[in-house]
């Protein structure tokens, strides 16, 4: 059974910074495009950065400059680094792995508050 799990989560003041993992199962890690997406409360779920298998990444203009995505093929693990954080990043960060089947992880709490 595949399995996308997150961790790293947690409560950081304005300014400061947070490192995201996600694990994914070997038998798809390193045939997926990797992505991370979040959901604050009220909003929809939208796409915060993306690195594919071949090595490419793509960011939401939102975070341009501040997060950055990354893997690493020998753990099967992607990492989102989050610096300069805002409260607007609030939110629950989920994972995602596509391998032209879709799997989610269950997503882990990040709040940004003072």
């Known amino acids: 059974q595949v399995q996308v799990v997150e961790s790293g989560g947690g409560l950081v003041q304005p300014g400061g910074s947070l490192t995201l993992s996600c694990a994914a199962s070997?038998?798809?890690?390193?045939?997926?495009?990797m992505g991370w997406y979040r959901q604050a409360p009220g909003k929809e779920r939208e796409l915060v950065a993306v690195?594919?298998?071949?090595?490419?990444?793509n960011y939401a203009d939102s975070v341009k400059g501040r997060f950055t995505i990354s893997r690493d093929n020998a753990k099967n693990t992607v990492y989102l680094q989050m610096n300069s954080l805002k409260p607007e990043d609030t939110a629950v960060y989920y994972c995602?792995?596509?391998?032209?089947?879709?799997?989610w992880g269950k997503g882990t709490l990040v709040t940004v508050s003072s």
């Open positions: 690195n594919t298998r071949g090595g490419s990444t």
């Open positions: 995602k792995a596509f391998t032209g089947i879709t799997y």
């Open positions: 070997g038998s798809i890690f390193r045939f997926a495009d």
